[in-house]
């Protein structure tokens, strides 16, 4: 699937397992796959994100649309996933823009 249709749930607390967050995902989005979770190193903070695509467009943009999802005793917020801007430069020419 490709990364247009992926959506990141974010600020998911430590205390809560990634199966659990699996679950009450595909709860209420059944057409998410290809979970992946993202800690981030360069800075502590008690929460990570879960990354996955969806299948379907119609469950994308709703789930877009509503912005928050139901974990557990938590209301989390539901995000599109920012793809980064990858820099290309030709190693013959040291040229920004394009490649050998």
Not at 14 to 33: E, F, G, S
Not at 79 to 89: K, S, V
């Amino acid at each position: 699937m490709p990364d247009s249709y992926a959506l990141v749930v974010r600020y998911v607390p430590l205390d809560i397992n990634q199966d659990t967050v699996r679950q009450q995902i595909l709860k209420t989005i059944p057409a998410a796959v290809g979970f992946s979770s993202i800690h981030y190193h360069h800075r502590q903070r008690p929460s990570y994100d879960i990354r996955f695509t969806v299948r379907s467009l119609e469950q994308y943009q709703t789930a877009l649309e509503l912005g928050r999802l139901s974990i557990g005793q938590h209301y989390l917020r539901l995000t599109t996933f920012l793809t980064g801007y990858r820099l290309t430069y030709c190693t013959a020419c040291w040229k920004f823009g394009h490649m050998r």
